[in-house]
């Protein structure tokens, strides 16, 4: 099937892409690698008026560490972003993420940020954006502003993003002190997307946890952190009794959908099983960075 008609846009500045979008904001779309828009628009799933293909804009293809952070920018695609050695030494997770989406010719193309403003509830990068931490750079005609992870995925395929406003980096937050990882993902092929997901971040002091985030994916219309676990494990070291308590609140707090790839209850035990394993790697690897 071929898409709607539209007026395809080439801006070279964001101030040129954010007077187009400003003319027309429901009407119009932003294009970035094209990996999910481009199958939506062929699908005839998705409609707008006007695309406005941001790729000639320049200043938005960048990874850098900024103190705390790590900055990637708008057009920085997946396939860079899992070769980068500062990626791969200081967000080790990222890396890992980006190994289990797609494959080389979508990630070629494809882009961190337009993953993140796709929010699609089985992609693997809101989980660990919402694990990790961290904040969208956006702007419009009015200026910047950024967006907690926390507050940046309302709903599937939804974020706080405004229709007149262009993402123009992501910042992931770098974890200091004794802190380990951990990602897990259950799909049916490698390079699928996730038919359940898990993202874990922990710190430690002292040999018990004092910070630990939870996420799991692929299980509702966003990334769900599970909070009654985090909590109860604050103070904790792991052992069967707080792991069989972490699977309990996992259970709890999940109300997966059934559909074609997997019913509720195989999402719920594959959560509570990945999430046990998950706890496990990420206290191995926080130990081993101590
Ligand atoms: C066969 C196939 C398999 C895939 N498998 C996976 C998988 O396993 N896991 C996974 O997570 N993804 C998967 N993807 C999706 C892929 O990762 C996409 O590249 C990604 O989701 C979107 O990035 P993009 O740069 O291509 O965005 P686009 O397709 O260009 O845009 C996606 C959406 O984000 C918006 N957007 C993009 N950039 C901005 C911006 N700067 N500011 C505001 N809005 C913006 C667009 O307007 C659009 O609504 C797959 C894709 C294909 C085709």
Known sequence: MKPAPFAYHVPNTIDEALAILGNDPDGSRLLAGGQSLVPMLNLRLANFDNLIDIN??????????????????????QYDVAHNDDVRNRLPVLSNALAHIAHTAIS?????????????????????LTAVGGELVVQ?????RTIRAN???????TTAINPNEVATEVRFDLAGGTSGWSFEEVARRHGDFALVGVVIQMTLEKNAISDVRI???GVAATP?????AEKRLIGQTLNDATLDQAVADVAAALSPPDDIHATAQYRRH?????????????L???NSSA
């Open 270 to 282: 594959v959560a509570g099983v990945l999430v046990r394993r998950g706890l496990l790697r990420a």
């Open 224 to 228: 769900q952190r599970i909070t009654d």
């Open 151 to 157: 507050d940046f995925f309302n709903s599937s395929f």
């Open 108 to 128: 070629n193309r494809g882009t961190i940020v337009g993953s993140l403003c796709h929010a699609d509830p089985a992609a693997e990068l809101p989980a660990v």
């Open 56 to 77: 000639h804009i320049s200043g938005l293809d960048h990874i850098r560490i900024e103190s705390d952070s790590l900055v990637i920018g708008a057009l920085t695609r």
């Open 284 to 286: 191995e690897d926080a």
């Open 140 to 144: 419009s005609a009015a200026g910047t």
């Open 215 to 217: 996420v799991v994916f």
